[in-house]
């Protein structure tokens, strides 16, 4: 872990991108290009006669936070109603650059200077473009999405906004980035202008692509066997089967069934073989795989071979109509191991689930690095799935450095696509805005991303006491959780059971008494009213730790402060309950996964 005084310049180097010679003709690479001159405008903003409302939205939110931050509004104007004024600078928005040549993933972009009076920002697809836009306001305005909301907005005033030229041209390391569990409008804003997009679909899916209401009746032979018996779902949404993947015809018919769902969907990039959300194999699948006893390294039955048999076949069978179609599917339980009989297509994405925060364990690592190279040398691109839970954990579970350690590894060694159940807490302050940005790029600077995010957030007075409380509990997760008989119960799960709160065994008073110190600090040493409006936001979203750990430590372990009473810590207690029903109309501070209402009884004392 990083150690060492935090550096206070704010305009610290946190984005790391290619810089390449220029694809429309000769770059211009002169003096700074002025957009807005005290308040007043020196460009307009071109879009394509017919843009689509995505690419006509892009162009609103460039001209909005140029204003914001300049007091000059750039004009938007279609091409055939673009001014002839060649005084004004020329910002054009190119969905379709140069398609046949951009040799891009449809998320990257450029954005190029081919002379004193043009700016192109493009890409091949419309996704890019709307990237670029915000890839050229953090770059060149200096705004940040450091959370949801106005308030987690940064928009530095430039009255006169000059840029230096010089081409820019990015992609994703990651190919699909998304989180699940982000709540309300304000949070899926926020990671969209992070440049969170989820394209491929893997998610359980069997039972849709064969509905049991209609294939009960017309071939019950798709369904599996249990004890010599068939097994007939009794509706659409029982998940507790899987098909037979031997059935003469399930091959065919899967891929007649997904013809039609893309000659339904032409905008679909993918679709999901994701096995149902239970076990229950087919028992002639099993035999046809080998011996009853035959058990992958989780001790399921393992039926890859005869999974990815029939994965492969209807691959092959779709992309001959549709040869850029994805098929993602879930590596777990039955089908956590790759197959040893087959390989795997190269449309077909399997995503290995497991919460990498438990590779801070050095025996876990290697077993999940081997098992991720295992299945690099079956299938050519990989995906992640993780479990980075914000919510419900009761103190703050960051591993800034652990993770981007991971996904720098993921990314050399064939993983193109991440997925994490996320659920987020925002008192985790830079957690999931780091793993966006890293998704982007492994191989950005953590501190450097964690430094821009403190100095914007609370400000250069407060900053170093904010990153002390994070690098706190980030020492908490990576080193003492380890050691405990928590982590030790969870070494064999897909997931660390967030459930249990007997990880809090580790946690003491001082950690507390600490923390509260420093965030209080934090908050005094603010210089603005947004800085302070955050910091009062991460002091708010501690107190439900606060009240978590003490109530916890004081009626559950017993452990208790001198002069303390038993009606303290059952106030304390109160106040979690209180603090999540305040939380629950808040943008920000809204707990996706509430413990009171999952049902997560060792949570509830």
């Not at 002839?84 to 379709?96: Q, T």
């Amino acid at each position: 872990m990083r150690r060492g005084p935090l550096s206070l310049s704010l305009f610290s180097v946190v984005l790391i991108l290619v810089f390449e010679s220029l694809l429309l003709g000769r770059a211009f690479c002169g003096q700074s290009v002025r957009l807005v001159e005290m308040g007043q405008p020196k460009a307009v903003i071109i879009i394509p006669s017919d843009a689509s409302q995505q690419i006509k939205s892009a162009a609103v939110i460039l001209s909005k936070y140029i204003k914001i931050s300049t007091g000059g509004y750039l004009s938007i104007f279609m091409e055939p109603e673009m001014a002839k004024d060649e005084s004004k600078v020329k910002i054009w928005l190119k969905p379709n650059l140069n398609k046949g040549q951009l040799n891009l993933d449809e998320d990257g972009f450029v954005i190029s200077f081919p002379d004193r009076n043009d700016i192109v920002i493009g890409s091949r697809t419309e996704w890019g473009t709307e990237f670029a836009i915000y890839e050229f306001l953090e770059r060149y305005v200096g705004v940040r999405w450091l959370m949801p909301g106005p308030d987690g907005e940064h928009v530095p005033s430039h009255p006169t906004l000059d840029i230096l030229p010089g081409e820019v041209r990015a992609e994703p390391a990651f190919i699909f980035r998304e989180f699940s569990g982000l709540k309300g409008e304000p949070q899926v804003t926020w990671a969209r202008r992070n440049r969170m997009r989820g394209r491929i679909q893997f998610h359980h899916n069997l039972y849709r692509l064969f509905p049991p209401e209609t294939y009960v009746k017309t071939h019950p032979e798709y369904f599996p066997l249990r004890n010599g018996k068939p097994y007939l779902p009794s509706s659409n949404n029982d998940q507790s089967w899987q098909p037979c993947f031997s059935a003469h015809g399930i091959v065919q018919e899967a891929v007649r069934n997904i013809l039609d769902y893309f000659a339904q969907h032409p905008e679909a990039t993918s679709y999901s073989l994701g096995i149902n959300d239970s076990g229950n194999f087919c028992e002639k699948d099993q035999d046809r795989n080998g011996p009853k006893n035959d058990k992958n390294l989780l001790g399921y039955r393992d039926f890859s071979n005869p999974y990815f048999r029939w994965a492969n076949g209807v691959a092959e069978g779709v992309l001959k109509e549709y040869p850029d179609k994805w098929f993602g599917c879930l590596a777990y339980q039955e089908v956590a191991q790759p197959p040893s009989k087959v390989g795997v297509n190269p449309r077909i994405i399997p995503y290995m689930t497991y919460d990498r925060m438990k590779w801070v364990d050095p025996q876990i690592r290697a077993e999940g690095e081997g098992l991720t190279e295992a299945w690099k040398s079956k299938s050519p691109v990989l995906g992640w799935y993780d479990y980075i839970y914000g919510t419900p954990y009761l103190v703050p579970r960051v591993y800034f450095h652990e993770m981007a350690e991971y996904y720098r590894w993921g990314y050399r060694n064939g993983v193109r696509a991440m997925y994490a159940e996320a659920y987020p807490n925002w008192g985790e302050g830079p957690k999931l805005y780091l793993a966006l940005k890293l998704q982007w790029n492994p191989d950005l600077n953590v501190d450097n991303l964690l430094r821009d995010w403190y100095l914007i957030a609370v400000g250069p007075n407060a900053a170093t006491d904010l990153d002390a409380y994070y690098q706190h509990w980030e020492k908490f997760w990576t080193e003492r959780v380890v050691k405990s008989n928590w982590f030790g119960r969870s070494r064999a799960d897909l997931y660390l059971a967030f459930w249990d709160p007997s990880y809090l065994d580790a946690v003491t008073y001082e950690d507390i008494s600490k923390s509260r110190k420093l965030l209080e600090s934090v908050l005094a040493k603010t210089q603005t009213p947004k800085q302070r409006v955050r910091a009062e936001l991460l002091l708010r979203a501690f107190e439900y730790y606060e009240a978590s750990v003490i109530s916890y430590l004081g009626l559950v372990r017993g452990i208790r402060e001198m002069g303390r009473t038993r009606e303290y810590y059952e106030s304390m207690n109160r106040k979690r309950y209180d603090l999540l029903n305040q939380f629950e109309n808040d943008p920000v501070l809204v707990h996706p996964l509430r413990f009171d209402k999952q049902k997560y009884n060792r949570l509830v004392w």
